[in-house]
């Protein structure tokens, strides 16, 4: 089974969730590699898109990257219009608008989740967008601001009416932040609510869960977000198993050679010493999960890697947890 976007048909139905800090361009362009069905951009503030700042300029890259989908965040329509347009003619093909983002930066802003209480606003920032570009316009949004105001698919059906393609639920409210569990079921309100197609989000990990998550809320596709960190090839495996193809984890060789390709693209783009920053968690999460496939990799070698500033050293650490355990136990 596929999922259509407007009339952008995806291989699969299983979407890399937008991370800030996390889905970077290296990120993104390995997990859709590996066949994730469409991976999302970090969010991109409106305004210093359009103003040209380099870092967010960066989190809207979409080199190799086939559907490049860019999330926008802001809270006023001038800024809204004049960054889609900007991430259409970059080649941007999706548009996403964040209406999920729970941070107080950003809701003290009014934008993120906070929109959840402003409807009316909500909506001028999806109209501006949808009449500023050709491309499809998507939401992402939470099932409400707290318990008493469930309004999800409210929000969703009116920014179907507006023109909206696609929308994705993460199963919490925002006074939620990330406690609790994603109440999959609550999503099914949205289902009901509207004809394009909805995607469930929150606490996906494993094809088990994708299919609980599918049977529940009755949606088109699922997003993975967190589960993905140090394992982006996942969302193409639940992808590949969702569509009753066998989910075949990458070799040890694939899997060392992007996190290799990961690390170098951060150190690229960002720069030595903000790349190497950045790519911490990354390699951080590579490790963890490694340790948790039962590589043997010791304690001073994990804190080594997210410790050093040598790119050698990275390298050949990174070699080392991805090496069969008979090479390992040699060296
Ligand atoms: C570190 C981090 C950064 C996030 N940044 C964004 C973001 O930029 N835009 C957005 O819509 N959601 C963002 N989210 C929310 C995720 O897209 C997703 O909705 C949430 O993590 C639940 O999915 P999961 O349980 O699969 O992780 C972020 C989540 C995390 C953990």
């Not at 507006?162 to 079921?185: E, M, N, P, S």
């Not at 170098?264 to 490790?287: D, F, N, P, T, W």
Request: hydrophobic letters at 45%.
């Amino acid at each position: 089974m596929t999922l259509a976007i407007g009339d952008i048909i995806l291989s699969g139905r299983v979407v890399l969730a937008p991370m800030s800090g996390v889905t970077d361009h290296g990120m993104r362009r390995i997990a859709r590699r590996f066949g994730a069905s469409l991976v999302v951009s970090e969010m991109v503030a409106s305004d210093s898109f359009v103003n040209g700042h380099e870092e967010t300029r960066l989190r809207a890259e979409g080199t190799g990257i086939n559907p490049h989908v860019v999330q926008l965040v802001g809270r006023d329509p001038f800024w809204m219009s004049e960054a889609a347009r900007l991430a259409e003619a970059s080649g941007a093909v999706i548009i996403d608008i964040n209406m999920g983002c729970p941070a107080k930066k950003v809701t003290g802003g009014y934008a993120g989740s906070a929109l959840m209480r402003d409807l009316e606003l909500a909506l001028k920032l999806v109209d501006a967008t949808v009449s500023a570009v050709k491309v499809p316009v998507t939401v992402k949004m939470r099932l409400g601001w707290d318990e008493a105001t469930l309004n999800a698919p409210e929000l969703a059906r009116r920014c179907e009416a507006a023109g909206v393609k696609l929308v994705t639920i993460h199963g919490r409210t925002r006074c939620q932040f990330y406690k609790g569990t994603a109440d999959w079921t609550a999503i099914s309100a949205v289902k009901r609510a509207v004809k394009i197609p909805v995607i469930a989000n929150g606490d996906c990990s494993s094809l088990e869960t994708a299919r609980a998550m599918l049977f529940r809320s009755g949606a088109d596709g699922v997003m993975i977000g967190r589960a993905a960190m140090g394992q982006p090839w996942l969302v193409g495996m639940i992808a590949r198993g969702l569509n009753d193809h066998p989910m075949i984890l990458p070799s040890l060789n694939e899997r060392r050679d992007a996190a290799i390709e990961h690390y170098q693209s951060l150190l690229s783009s960002m720069g030595l010493e903000v790349g190497i920053r950045h790519a911490r968690k990354h390699l951080a999460a590579y490790s963890e999960i490694r340790v948790q496939e039962g590589a043997a990799i010791s304690a001073v070698e994990r804190e080594k890697i997210v410790t050093t500033d040598n790119e050698q050293e990275v390298i050949s650490l990174l070699s080392k947890f991805f090496a069969p355990e008979e090479r390992r136990s040699l060296s």
